[in-house]
């Protein structure tokens, strides 16, 4: 059985490698008839959408633990989580 800090580290480079494949996607898109509202979107979602992915990444790999550092490290990462999403929503709708 794999220890937890390996599955939160293959999280985080899944979550690098999808964030390039959304990246390679979206510039395709943005060539296309849609250039216009896909652009500027993506320019300003990505980052915040990096962070999404690896802090969900990360919280669903963590285990809630026996010791008091691993609950309070879980919660701190979905507590970023949230904050992450919110500057994402506002991004998005701005």
Known sequence: MMHWTVK????????????RLVDVLGRRLAGGRY?????PLHRACR??????????ASYATMPPGPAQWQ???RHLVLALLIGVTGW???RACT
């Open 71 to 73: 609950r309070e490290l």
């Open 8 to 19: 939160v580290l293959i999280a985080v480079v899944g979550a690098v490698v999808l964030e």
């Open 35 to 39: 250039a216009w509202l896909v652009t």
């Open 88 to 90: 994402l929503i506002v």
């Open 47 to 56: 980052v915040p959408a990096i962070g999404v992915v690896l802090f969900a």
